[in-house]
């Protein structure tokens, strides 16, 4: 080969290799972008699950109580919508019974005699059921007189208009209000003529659950939610900038239409009201990008022409409001992930006044720039000499041996991935070395018998056994295992699961257990947490290996709250409530971190295994299982890392001194609500 055509092949080297090196910022944004899919349809599958649970519910409750519709009350309507508010993070929940005009009168009686009642036991669930950070007080609650019929505003005059002066019906009074209203005259409105018009029309026409376009929902604004916990709820989820005189109520809010039906799993049976169910967006765009990855633009987006931009970063998210921002010159980046209820079968079409929901994503100059290779040209030329080499290689290689060498190739990356979950990187080098010199030693015999009995032999006996005389060169070699002198270790056991499980067949005790354990795998590689195993219900996992850091205990505080008393356990255990049995609901975690140093390594032989030892170890297996259902129990130790990085506000020293098997008393703290607290 002539030295034009050696060059002619390097330059092509160089150009493919400048294509590569692009292509590496494209496998990462691919990496992000699956990220974020995951996690939106984790959300949108948890709260229309949840909906149409809530839905089945009345249903359920209304024929238990022998109670016909639309003359139906249900005594633990707070308790099961503050359930669905806290699990989804929607803001309000209004039923609305379907009145015809002969019932009028009828339901006029009804409501007047029963809305005292009804209105006073909520408000009592209410004020016990608040989440923390709640301002609601008992004199937030007035008490007053209901408007007799279904009403809507009068706007001209600034009064109200009676049924059935306004239209002949079917009416949609809002009856029964989570989380419950300080006024009672907000019962019997009917937003049917006007604000929700669309949504119950389309919900009505299409007999399932539907999304409406934003809503101006300025007006719940110290109707049923306090102005100022509606402003901390929205500041504890997104970073934005109000205008003057702005609220979070300008953030786009949608809402959901979840109808009821007479019959309990018959969507064909009549429709005998509907829930609107007040749905705000800034939930659901954060939490979306792991730690550390930053540079990513969301357009929310709707099938009813709005939009509205957020720009990612990590676990948060920044509002900047409605419109389209994303960087023009980062179009051709953009993926589309769409956001619906996964009941809902694929090509159904959208009814009218029906909008559906997507989050567009694109990347920018921040997200090219953090994952651009610092020495490109290095890289080019390392790369460029690479492909000389190829290039002369498959002309001497005919296509068969090209082939043959990629599904190689392939397998050794399936293989590298799947080492890489089970091991720290460092641990998994160690085996791959091993791996490699087992085989140049089954190479050195001439003898294919030997070959084959030495292989069998491997195969068969596991690493570890052997006489002293074997040419195993693991036999031989040092065990994989190093102290890990800063670490946080986390325990979690499932409170009630040995009841639970005994009356369950095997294959409901996996899918509980699988369903939770994938909800708080997704967590740890969000949160760069390292799993070390599951053993039954109990799950273990590590911060501090194989990278050390200072923050560990921080990082494990912010998983354990993830998946202890926040979405993932709790979605997951309702979620399967009515397929497990109602008592699944009642399963909780009962979680325990401690800090200290950890050897880890790997116990070779037949089904190797990362295992962790040590005291710390041993203490945290304590603080799990002398803690409490539903909390977390931080050591001494884990308390006093968490203070050295500025986070002892978290902490709650616990009133009794704990007794430890081989540890005596111990002072142990309770870990509160991080997500109120700047991380």
């Not at 390097?10 to 292509?23: D, G, H, K, P």
């Not at 050897?599 to 070779?604: D, E, I, N, S, Y």
């Amino acid at each position: 080969m002539t030295t034009t055509k050696v060059s002619q092949l390097i330059f092509c080297a160089v150009i493919i290799t400048s294509n590569l090196i692009l292509s590496f910022d494209v496998e990462q944004y691919k990496q992000v972008v699956q990220t974020i899919r995951d996690a939106a349809e984790f959300h949108a599958s948890t709260i229309f699950l949840s909906f149409q649970s809530f839905s089945d519910s009345i249903t359920v409750e209304a024929d238990t109580l022998g109670e016909t519709f639309p003359f139906v009350t249900i005594p633990s309507f707070e308790a099961l919508a503050a359930h669905v508010r806290s699990t989804t993070g929607v803001e309000l929940v209004i039923w609305h019974s379907l009145v015809n005009m002969e019932q009028l009168e009828e339901w006029k009686n009804y409501t007047t005699t029963n809305y005292k009642a009804n209105l006073a036991r909520s408000r009592a669930i209410a004020l016990v059921l608040q989440q923390e950070g709640s301002s609601l007080k008992p004199s937030d609650f007035v008490e007053g007189n209901i408007p007799p019929y279904p009403y809507i505003p009068n706007f001209e005059e600034g009064g109200i208009i009676l049924a059935p002066t306004y239209g002949d019906g079917p009416y949609y009074p809002a009856w029964m209000v989570s989380p419950p209203i300080f006024n009672p005259s907000f019962i019997n409105s009917d937003p049917a003529p006007w604000v929700m018009k669309g949504g119950i029309t389309a919900v009505n026409e299409a007999h399932r659950l539907v999304l409406t376009d934003a809503l101006p929902v300025e007006n719940l604004a110290n109707r049923a939610i306090k102005l100022e916990d509606h402003e901390a709820y929205h500041a504890s989820l997104v970073d934005y900038v109000n205008e003057e005189g702005g609220t979070a109520f300008s953030h786009p809010h949608s809402a959901v239409m979840v109808p009821v039906f007479e019959k309990l799993n018959d969507s064909t049976s009549t429709i005998v009201g509907c829930f609107s169910v007040i749905f705000p967006w800034d939930r659901y765009l954060v939490n979306l990008l792991p730690e550390g990855v930053k540079g990513i633009t969301c357009i929310l987006r709707n099938t009813c022409g709005k939009a509205w931009t957020y720009e990612l970063s990590g676990n948060s998210a920044f509002y900047r409001g409605e419109g389209d921002f994303h960087d023009p010159a980062y179009t051709d980046t953009e993926v589309v992930l769409p956001f619906r209820d996964p009941s809902r079968q694929s090509g159904t079409e959208t009814v009218d006044k029906e909008c559906d929901y997507s989050y567009h994503i694109y990347a920018t100059k921040e997200f090219e720039e953090e994952f651009q290779s610092h020495h490109p040209w290095a890289l080019m030329l390392i790369m460029a000499t690479t492909f000389a080499i190829m290039i002369i290689t498959f002309i001497i290689y005919d296509r068969f041996n090209t082939k043959r060498n990629e599904k190689v190739v392939g397998h050794a990356t399936k293989t590298n991935a799947i080492v890489s979950s089970l091991f720290p990187s460092d641990v998994k080098n160690r085996l791959l070395e091993e791996e490699e010199e087992k085989k140049r030693q089954l190479q050195k015999s001439a003898d294919p018998v030997s070959n084959f009995l030495n292989t069998a032999e491997m195969q068969t006996s596991g690493l570890l056994e052997g006489d002293e005389g074997s040419s195993n060169p693991i036999t031989k070699s040092d065990p994989i295992a190093n102290l890990y002198p800063d670490c946080t270790v986390y325990f979690a056991d499932i409170a009630g699961f040995t009841s639970w499980s005994s009356s369950r067949q095997p294959v409901d005790v996996f899918r509980l257990l699988e369903a939770i354990h994938s909800e708080f795998d997704l967590i740890c590689k969000r949160r760069g947490v390292f799993k070390v195993e599951t053993i039954g219900d109990c799950y273990v996992v590590i911060t501090g290996i194989p990278q050390q850091s200072e923050d560990h205990a921080v990082t494990m505080a912010k998983f354990a709250w993830d998946t202890g008393t926040q979405d993932r356990m709790r979605d997951s255990t309702n979620t399967l409530r009515s397929t497990l049995g109602e008592d699944t609901g009642n399963l909780d975690l009962r979680i325990g971190l401690h800090s200290g140093p950890v050897t880890a390594g790997v116990l070779r032989g037949e089904k190797s295994r990362f295992q962790l030892f040590g005291d710390t170890v041993n203490t945290t297996s304590r603080m799990e299982s002398n803690g409490v259902k539903g909390k977390i129990q931080l050591s001494e130790a884990t308390a006093q890392s968490r203070r050295e990085q500025g986070k002892g506000g978290w902490l709650t020293p616990r009133e009794d001194l704990i007794e430890a098997k081989g540890k005596g008393k111990m002072q142990t703290f309770w870990l509160e609500n991080v997500r109120r607290t700047p991380s």
